[in-house]
C-alpha cells in the first residue's frame, strides 16, 4: 500500500476486498447469477467465500450478507453427525455441486439460487389465543425468513434422503436442487413449502 492510500474504514480488519472475477471453488462463476423473484434477491448473496470463518456471526441480520453457498454448508452443520464439521460439509457441497452441473451443464450456484427461490414458502400459520382457545391464523413470511426456510428444508431432504441409505449425502444434495430448480413436488424441500402453503390456506 503507498502513502497516499488510506484504508476503508467501513472495510473489515484483516479482509480484502472480494474479487468479483473470482470464482467459487476455484471453477464457478458467481458474477452472472439471474433472480426471478425479486422478494428475496437481496436476501440471496451469492460471493466466491466459501467461508468467512463467522464475521458476521455477532451482528444481527448480517447472515444475509454471507453467500448462501456458506449459509447452505452451515445448514448442513446441524445434525448431530455433522456438528462443526465445516471442512467435511464444505467437501459435501463442492462434490453435489460437481454432480448438478454433470447432470444440468448449468453453473450450480444459479441451480442453488433457483431451488431457494422455487423451495421458500409464501405463507404459514402462527397460533393465536382467542379466550384460551388456540386458533391458527395464516400470516405472510417474511423474505429473509423465506430463504432461512428453503435452506432448512434442503438440509433437511439431503439428511432425510442419505440417512441410513445406500445413497451418498452428495448424490441427495444434488437430487434436491436439481429437483427444486425443477419445482418437482416429489422434491423434499418443494413438498414441505406446498405442505406449509396449503395449511396457511386452509386458515385463512
Do not use: C
Not at 484504508?7 to 433472480?35: C, M, N, T
Not at 444475509?64 to 456438528?83: A, D, F, G, K
Not at 451418498?168 to 444434495?173: R, T, Y
Amino acid at each position: 500500500m503507498s502513502g497516499s492510500e488510506t484504508p476503508d474504514p467501513d472495510q473489515p480488519a484483516g479482509s480484502d476486498e472480494i474479487d468479483v472475477h473470482a470464482q467459487l471453488f476455484a471453477r464457478w462463476s458467481v458474477s452472472d447469477i439471474a433472480y426471478s423473484d425479486p422478494s428475496t434477491e437481496r436476501y440471496i448473496t451469492v460471493t466466491p467465500v466459501a467461508h468467512t470463518m463467522g464475521r458476521h456471526s455477532s451482528k444481527q441480520f448480517k447472515k444475509s450478507e454471507i453467500s448462501v453457498v456458506e449459509r447452505l454448508i452451515n445448514r448442513l452443520m446441524r445434525t448431530e453427525e455433522n456438528t462443526g464439521k465445516k471442512g467435511m460439509t464444505t467437501r459435501i457441497v463442492r462434490e453435489a455441486f460437481d454432480i448438478v452441473h454433470d447432470r444440468t451443464e448449468e453453473n450450480p450456484v444459479q441451480v442453488l439460487v433457483t431451488a431457494v427461490e422455487n423451495a421458500a414458502p409464501r405463507e404459514e400459520t402462527v397460533r393465536l389465543k382467542y379466550g384460551g382457545i388456540s386458533v391458527p391464523q395464516a400470516v405472510d413470511v417474511a423474505p429473509q425468513r423465506r430463504v432461512d426456510q428453503a435452506l432448512k428444508f434442503l438440509a433437511e431432504g439431503a439428511h432425510e434422503a442419505s440417512f441410513k441409505s445406500t445413497t451418498s449425502v452428495e448424490q441427495a444434495l444434488a437430487e434436491q436442487l436439481i429437483g427444486a430448480s425443477n419445482y418437482d413436488v416429489q422434491t423434499y424441500a418443494i413438498n414441505q413449502k406446498e405442505e406449509k402453503e396449503r395449511v396457511a390456506a386452509a386458515a385463512r
